[in-house]
T-cell receptor
């Protein structure tokens, strides 16, 4: 079983559309993240949720809205997509005890045309 | 905001050679971690070194940490073609607290030629 799974893996859409990316982890972790990786591979944190509560909200346009229905799921909804939103979005989770090591999903490549 | 910044951006070596990648960060940290990313995949954790440690080994990996210089290095010995990937360092700031925020850079792209 995949520990952190994201869907879809690929998403191609037109400017102005609204799209969602879903993430689920079966590790029992209590904190989940969304990261954005740009074309130069720079990885930037966007959001973090701990037990369904938002704890990190970096400078991200409010067109991006995370939603955590429960601690195993963290979805990312993007409104009014722009060309600059094209990137690979990674979901990750972290264990509640011990070392703070991230487990990443395989990524969702978003292409905005 | 604090970033892990890797150096060099790209490194190409022959199989069997050693590969060294460096990382710099800006503020005090709890720990520093190295991750690997194969093309088209997510990042995978390799090794973590705590702020009170200076060196750590795991298989063919050796990590050093110099908190006075705010730098770390990752050495991969006897490299293999399968080591070809991007390598990222991630620093956990001392002030991270419950947020446990790890900040990454843009990685070092390692190519190991057969």
């Amino acid at each position: 079983d995949t520990a952190v799974s994201q869907t879809p893996k690929y998403l191609v859409t037109q400017m102005g559309n609204d799209k969602s990316i879903k993430c689920e982890q079966n590790l029992g972790h209590d904190t989940m993240y969304w990261y954005k990786q740009d074309s130069k591979k720079f990885l930037k944190i966007m959001f973090s949720y701990n037990n369904k509560e938002l704890i990190i909200n970096e400078t991200v346009p409010n067109r991006f809205s995370p939603k955590s229905p429960d601690k195993a799921h963290l979805n990312l909804h993007i409104n009014s997509l722009e060309l600059g939103d094209s990137a690979v979005y990674f979901c990750a989770s972290i264990s509640s005890g011990g070392a703070n090591v991230l487990t990443f999903g395989a990524g969702s490549r978003l292409t905005v045309l | 905001s604090q970033q892990g910044e890797e150096d060099p951006q790209a490194l190409s070596i022959q199989e069997g050679e050693n590969a060294t990648m460096n990382c710099s960060y800006k503020t005090s940290i709890n720990n520093l971690q190295w991750y690997r990313q194969n093309s088209g995949r997510g990042l995978v954790h390799l090794i973590l070194i705590r702020s009170n440690e200076r060196e750590k080994h795991s298989g063919r990996l050796r990590v050093t940490l110099d908190t006075s210089k705010k730098s770390s290095s990752l050495l991969i010995t006897a490299s293999r073609a399968a080591d070809t990937a991007s390598y990222f360092c991630a620093a956990e700031p001392l002030s991270s607290g419950s947020a446990r925020q790890l900040t990454f850079g843009s990685g070092t792209q390692l190519t190991v030629l057969p």
